[in-house]
């Protein structure tokens, strides 16, 4: 990834000495825009976007430094050092007109002599990563800091990405809102980012829900929303694909190495660290006996994961989701389960459902020892309603799904 990286910098770096030499339409110049912009976009369309932090004489993309940059992108460094930047972003909505007033920009001497920098796929900024983010609503900006500084590998005040889980966590302590009622959106183009909010919140629901204090929800609440860190930087569209097999794929397989290094560069809390090397069982590094956060955010995890749809996986509606992961986790206590499935709302008295059999009824009594399992009046045309007990089913009659009311 680095030699990716290091190669559009170049490449932006031969664009920029063509304009200092060439004229706009020389036909070299015209040549090396064209390659460069094939270059990045196509970087752009695998990756997202691009970040780098230039610091002194280094650029640092996730987490590390890019090698043989200097004589490679000697001119292009120099005139951001000159604008004084200390980070730059590109993204997918990048045009080849933008990167040709980009560069024209650059070409300028100092900032003195050239205008302020306007762009919509160019950014970059003297600001620090933290700086330039506060120039948002305070909700979205720890968010994309936070994201910036994962795919920097620079380093970052967790504290107060924990403030803002703080007021999910006193959010939930005073509703206590079901998973169904819980709006999970973000207006992010981050995959990671929005389902790391979806995990996170569902994390801190079912901890507060089984008895967590609620000074541990938020901490937990951390923990999950960093816990795939390791995905960074893979494909966003293998990220969202609604087929192959998530096992198959070297980076899924090998994310929890990556994000607990990736982690603890940064300086995370040592319980994000642990919950990301150990929330997904039998995957690297995760242990036997893993850590209790770890369990419970790699149930959120895999929750999210079926709602969301991605690495193999279609998007699911919360109560199939829910159904499907009970009745195949394996790996998971009973207890975890079970808190699940009564947060959720869904398998409550009067709900319509649809069994395995393709009959359809109504819930009149829940289980609580076994929430997939309560008492239904089946819907029959032409016949009183029959009732039955999924407890007493064994596992020839199953829930198959709750209808819409």
Not at 73 to 97: E, G, I, K, V
Not at 204 to 213: E, H, I, Q, T, V
Not at 287 to 311: K, T, Y
């Amino acid at each position: 990834m680095s030699e990716s990286v290091a190669a559009v910098l170049s490449a932006l770096d031969s664009a920029l000495r063509s304009l200092k030499l060439y004229p706009l339409e020389h036909s070299v110049t015209v040549l090396a825009m064209d390659k460069t912009f094939k270059l990045v976009s196509d970087f752009l369309a695998d990756h997202g976007d691009l970040t780098v932090s230039l610091l002194e004489e280094q650029v640092v993309y996730a987490g590390g430094p890019v090698l043989e940059l200097s004589n490679r992108a000697a001119t292009l460094l120099a005139a951001l050092s000159q604008q004084d930047a200390h980070w730059l972003r590109m993204n997918r909505a990048l045009t080849r007109d933008e990167l040709v007033r980009w560069l024209l920009f650059l070409k300028a001497r100092g900032r003195d002599q050239a205008p302020r920098w306007e762009g919509e796929a160019i950014h970059f900024g003297s600001e620090t990563v933290e700086e330039e983010a506060t120039k948002h609503d305070p909700h979205t900006a720890v968010l994309q800091t936070l994201v910036q500084a994962m795919k920097s590998g620079v380093g970052f005040d967790f504290s107060e990405l924990l403030h803002l889980l703080e007021s999910h966590a006193s959010d939930i302590e005073q509703g206590n809102p079901p998973l169904a009622a819980l709006e999970f959106s973000l207006e992010q183009e981050e995959y990671l980012l929005e389902r790391g909010l979806l995990v996170a919140v569902m994390a801190m629901a079912l901890g507060y829900n089984m008895g967590l204090d609620t000074g541990v929800v938020a901490p937990l609440g951390l923990a999950a929303m960093t816990c795939d860190a390791g995905l960074l930087g893979v494909n966003e569209e293998l990220l969202r694909a609604h087929h192959g097999s998530m096992e198959e794929c070297d980076a899924w397989v090998d994310h929890p190495i990556r994000g607990a290094t990736l982690l603890a560069r940064m300086g995370a809390p040592a319980l994000s660290i642990v919950v990301a090397a150990e929330h997904h069982w039998g995957l690297r590094l995760a242990s036997p006996s893993r850590h209790p956060a770890a369990v419970l955010v790699g149930f959120s995890d895999d929750l999210g994961g079926r709602i969301m749809g991605g690495f193999g996986r279609p998007e699911r509606r919360l109560d199939l989701a829910l159904i499907d992961l009970a009745k195949e986790a394996r790996h998971y206590p009973p207890a975890l389960l079970r808190s699940a499935l009564t947060m959720s709302g869904l398998l409550k008295e009067g709900a319509r459902i649809r069994l395995s059999n393709r009959k359809k009824g109504v819930i009149i009594e829940t289980n609580k020892a076994d929430p997939l399992k309560p008492r239904i009046a089946i819907e029959e045309e032409g016949t009183e309603k029959r009732l039955i007990d999924l407890a007493d089913q064994d596992e020839r009659v199953t829930l198959a799904a709750v209808l819409s009311e």
